[in-house]
């Protein structure tokens, strides 16, 4: 029987893919959601259509779990990084991270010396109500920053 043109993918290859270690395509048991992985756990990006059949992969529960992003504050947190290339302008900009985590992943009190973190992370969360704002630091250096809708 022909499935409905909008109907949700039915194929089972995603299921397969997420299953199989070797495919970078997992599934979020928490955001009803396929994702396509970096292998390394790093990045990950949702998959909203099936690769196989081309129809919707629905049924997704982050807009039960997320805020949306406030296009203001988008716009705001892009303004307030747009010049800071270090992590000094950035404390001086924005002051004390909210949240300092090491490189092994754990929350550490701030002041603290970044020199010899591989990778870790200084969150920002008391200027805006929607977004969170995560600035990667690789050994000392600012490495971006990642702009994130918080969780409800
Ligand atoms: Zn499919």
């Known amino acids: 029987m022909p499935q409905e ?17 070797n495919c970078p395509i997992d599934w979020d048991s928490e955001l009803h959601e396929f994702q396509l ?4 756990g790093r990045q990950s990006w949702v998959i909203r259509y099936c690769f196989n059949c081309g129809k919707p992969l ?3 529960k982050r807009a039960d779990l997320f805020f949306e992003m406030n296009a203001i504050e988008v716009d705001d947190v892009q303004r307030r990084f747009k010049s800071i290339q270090s992590v000094e302008a950035l404390v001086h900009q924005l002051g ?13 009190d701030w002041p603290h010396d970044l020199s010899n973190e591989e990778r ?4 920002y969360l008391r200027y805006w109500t929607t977004v969170d704002v995560m600035v990667p630091v690789e050994k000392g250096n600012l490495a971006g920053f990642i702009c994130s809708p918080r969780r409800k």
């Open 120 to 123: 870790a992370y200084l969150t």
């Open 37 to 40: 992985g970096d292998f390394e």
């Open 96 to 108: 004390e991270p909210d949240v300092c985590t090491s490189t092994g992943g754990e929350d550490v």
């Open 5 to 21: 043109p909008n109907s949700d993918c039915n194929c089972g290859v995603p299921q397969l893919c997420a299953a199989d270690r």
């Open 58 to 60: 629905s049924g997704s």
